[in-house]
């Protein structure tokens, strides 16, 4: 009996096989055309299957399986070509431990992307095998416990990672004050590491590793370590911060800080007086984009302050505003947008896309709490529009506008018509 089910069994694969090698077109393809499919469809996958701000994992949703194991189930031919390029299996992410092992040897010596998640595995069981392969991460995310970081900094620290691109590292911890980054980190040597985000960690950032920066993003810091910082990244374009300063921390300003190759730069969740102590200490350049998410607009600085604080770096004359919006959201949220556009067409009302808004400031105003001599916020966006219209073109930016948007509520709309001078 056993010898007609292993005849049985030998008759199915010959015609499961001759099946596939039937399929018209599809198995014709050149290998080129399918590794270019099978590509995009890790990308895909990869893309949508894992968010490393949420808690979730990517396990979630794909299970942690690699994106590309279905097509190696296809037929012969898909999988050995599937099998023999090593770049579709560079993707390794916490929530596939039980794929690590098989991703590290299909990958072979080609550049990993590596994400960490601890909610989804222990550091024992992934992140150190990882690591031992240090020299060819090119994108690593690495979210950790407080507990563990001087672990994952050793863990960082024993091999250089020369084909580093990009490093996002975050610490859980909510109440311990910022955990240092180690100044031995990735033995000091990486030498194409143009993008770090960091949260509630403090790089040592004396390190030579941070000079060829491009995009810097830094949460829960303070000024005198930005400025440090922005000192050494003289090529950065991209800069985004949270900064907590203590309002006893007043730094000397010696000298403004150029930052000639800026093209945008965003303060998240900042009061107003941050702002105005960071940007007394920098030299801007004049097409820089501004996007100020203000948590508190309490004095004793004020926005005419803010204004007269920026200064551009000396290379030309300042944009020139040609159109504002103004926006209400329900209950105490405000935005106002300038653009050198005779139109303001973008839809994201705070850090647009759009390269011809060139300022955009969010607030907070809670109205029930306004005391009697206090600017209603219709007044506090007049004169933001004031101030710049008053400007000359010498300055950092000026005004000549011949378009006002009005978004919100009615009485807001009201309100700021009736500021502006405009008919309603």
């Known amino acids: 009996m056993s010898h007609i089910f292993a005849a049985l069994t030998e008759s199915m694969r010959v015609l499961r096989f001759c ?93 990993l992307i590596v994400t960490y998640n601890p909610f989804s595995i222990s550091l024992d069981n992934y992140l150190e095998k990882v690591l031992l392969h240090l020299p060819r991460i090119k994108y690593l995310e690495l979210r950790a416990h407080s507990y563990n970081v001087g672990r994952v900094m050793n863990l960082l620290s024993s091999q250089p990672a ?92 010696i000298g403004r800080v150029p930052l000639a190759r800026l093209k945008n730069i965003v303060l998240d969740g900042t009061s107003l007086q941050n702002a105005v102590s960071l940007f007394k200490q920098l030299a801007l350049p004049v097409d820089v984009k501004i996007a100020l998410q203000l948590s508190s607009i309490e004095g004793p600085p004020t926005f005419a302050d803010l204004l007269s604080v920026m200064n551009k770096h000396p290379d030309g004359s300042g944009p020139v505003f040609r159109s504002l919006r103004a926006i209400k959201f329900k209950p105490w949220r405000f935005s106002v947008q300038f653009s050198t556009s005779m139109e303001i067409n973008s839809d994201y009302s705070w850090n647009p896309q759009d390269d011809d808004i060139r300022l955009s400031i969010q607030f907070y105003y809670e109205d029930d709490e306004v005391q009697p001599n206090d600017p209603s916020a219709t007044n506090i966006i007049f004169d933001i529009y004031n101030i710049i219209a008053q400007r000359k073109r010498r300055t950092f930016f000026s005004g000549e506008f011949k378009y006002i948007n009005v978004e919100g509520c009615p009485d807001f709309i009201e309100g700021l018509t009736a500021a502006l001078r405009i008919e309603g």
Request: net charge negative; proline share 6%.
């Open 162 to 253: 020369p084909m580093l691109e990009t490093f996002k590292f975050s610490v859980e911890c909510n109440l311990l004050p910022t955990v240092s980054i180690s100044n031995t980190i990735f033995q000091g040597h990486a030498p194409l590491l143009r993008h770090l985000d960091v949260d509630y960690c403090n790089p040592r950032w004396s390190s030579c590793i941070f000079g060829g920066l491009r995009a810097l993003c830094v949460r829960k810091t303070s000024l005198s370590d930005i400025i440090s910082v922005l000192r050494r990244t003289p090529v950065l374009e991209q800069f985004t911060l949270q900064l907590q300063l203590p309002e006893s921390d007043q730094s000397t300003v």
């Open 19 to 111: 099946r596939n090698d039937r399929v018209p077109i599809i198995s014709r393809l050149p290998d080129e055309i399918l590794l270019t499919i099978f590509k995009h469809l890790e990308e895909e996958k990869r893309l949508n299957g894992y968010d490393s701000h949420d808690n979730e994992s990517a396990s979630d949703v794909t299970g942690g399986v690699p994106a590309c194991l279905v097509v190696t189930h296809v037929c012969r031919h898909w999988r050995k070509v599937a099998l023999e390029c090593p770049t579709l299996w560079t993707f390794i992410s916490s929530a596939s431990l039980l794929w690590l092992d098989v991703m590290l040897e299909r990958s072979q010596k080609a550049p």
